[in-house]
């Protein structure tokens, strides 16, 4: 009777598991073909707009979620019932599909109030007269730029965008993402560890993404260190107060940020204010094994011989005036030779140090670790309310499943045509550069890739004849996958794709054989 209750509850919290996963992917948000100027949202574009608007709390506006108020009703909370599903708990998978279905009293009158206002500003169509404004010099209203599902107030779209006051990140929304976000990674990095807490975490901060969700990668930063921004009385975030070690309820996080180049111009008070958090932490009274950062940089110190302060150094991007790693270009061009050369370009462009003692950035780091070890990769994913830690492989997976492989995703690309075609070719791309930095891409991933693109001759056809261009670097890099052994097939596929590169060089030059 006891086995046959284990195996239940294996077999109940298994069937949880894949249950949580397929709702994963069918929320899924992805674009269903590119952006047309000047044309509105189908209805049904504009319905799932307003779902997702729907699905996030606004506590600064009075608005609950509606999977808050739907789960409210049956007395849980919703971020309860979110952890339950992403453990695969099959009641609070069932819970939550019931939820979402549907999220398709006072506090609804209120939602439903934001939500018809949302909905008339979603379908305004303001593209083109202000795209003929501007063409002919005249004033475009401004508003701000972003995500209209974070925030609708960037709609209707149409206007002179503008991005945000860099002084006002991370925001208190923001801060609030931040820390779900890193709560679960922490739990994450434990159940892999053995129980033990990470002591370092590294994160890349980009420009876009910060603007877009108004600084939550930057509060994880914060969060991970144990420290909250304090605003001033005009909203801007100037200094930063460490959280007790009781508040916070597990040790300081060491950290390793990597900044854009785009986010070191637009947010350079940010980065003197992340490096100035870090180091105040690092000269914290506090035991070692509460404070890693201050654990770290006493060892960093001793072994090179600096002050403490030196050694807490941890902010890092290009040189002054310099942009990117290029890795993206040379995985493009397929211009390298091992996956050794694309670590040393990074090294190259990417090891400036930031000190707020001396704003001008450093070249410090000499060589990447030397321990052998491979570190785990993780992705912050805060496109939905129930915001997912990942790792590499799984987003690779998930990206896949929801992007590359998915008829609506790339059956809504070819509806564009010409730049369709070159949106698939560049998804693919980007698939071999995470093998070549990752090597975190499965077999499976190029081969059905392979079977939809160039085995079903309907859509080879349709592909080489809407964008031979691209369609040619599609198959160049199905090929360079092969040579450089990410990806085993058989080789009747890898012939067929040279008569193919063969094939359409010889459309392009019009040679008609």
Known sequence: MRVRRYQLKTVTLVV????????????????CGLHVIGEPPSALEAVATLVNIAALDRPEDGISSLPSILAETVGRDIEDVYRGSDKGILKDVELLRQITEASRGKKLRTLFEFLGECL??????????????????????????????RNPKVLPTGKNIHALDPQAIPTTAAMQSAKIVVDR???????????????????????????????ESLAQVLWMIGVRPVADTFGRVNRVEPVSLEELGRPRIDVVVNCSGVFRDLFI????????????????????????????????????????????????????????????????????????QLQDMYLSRK????????????????????????????????????????????????????????????????????????????RLTNTVGWSATSGQVDNWVYEEANTTFIQDEQMLNKL??????????????????????????????????????????????????
Request: aromatic share 8%; hydrophobic share 35%.
């Open 120 to 149: 008339k500003l979603v379908v305004a169509d303001n593209e083109l007269g202000s795209l003929k404004q501007a063409l002919e010099g005249k004033y475009v209203e401004p508003g701000p730029g972003g995500d209209p599902i």
């Open 16 to 31: 949880g598991k894949v249950y949580s996963k397929i709702m994963e992917i069918e929320s899924r948000l992805l674009p």
């Open 464 to 513: 080489m004849n809407t964008n031979p261009n691209s369609f040619r670097k599609l198959v160049q890099t199905f090929l360079e996958a092969n040579g450089r052994g990410y990806w085993e097939t058989s080789e009747q596929n890898i012939e067929k794709l040279r008569q193919l590169y063969s094939e359409v060089e010889d459309k392009i030059e019009g040679i008609d054989r």
């Open 185 to 215: 990674l922490i739990e994450r990095q434990k159940v892999d560890n053995g129980g033990k807490y990470p002591e370092t975490v590294a994160l890349v901060l980009w420009g876009t993404d910060n603007i877009k969700t108004y600084g």
């Open 269 to 340: 008070n940010q980065m003197n204010l992340l490096d100035r958090a870090v180091k105040m932490v690092a000269e914290l009274d506090e035991p070692a094994e509460q404070n890693y950062v201050r654990k770290h940089a006493l060892e960093q110190a001793q072994a090179l011989g600096i002050e403490v302060r030196e050694a807490a150094t941890r902010v890092f991007s290009n040189a002054s005036g310099s942009y990117s790693s290029n890795i993206n270009l040379a995985v493009e061009n397929s211009s390298w030779n091992d996956e050794k």
């Open 351 to 426: 090891s400036f140090a930031f000190d707020c003692d001396a704003p001008d950035p450093t070249n410090l780091v000499q060589n990447l670790r030397k321990d052998g070890k491979k570190p785990s990769a993780y992705i912050a994913d805060t496109t939905t309310a129930n915001a997912q830690v990942r790792t590499l492989s799984e987003t690779v997976r998930l990206d896949a499943r929801t992007k590359l492989l998915n008829p609506k995703w790339y059956e809504g690309m070819l509806s564009s045509g010409y730049e369709g075609v070159r949106e698939i070719e560049k």
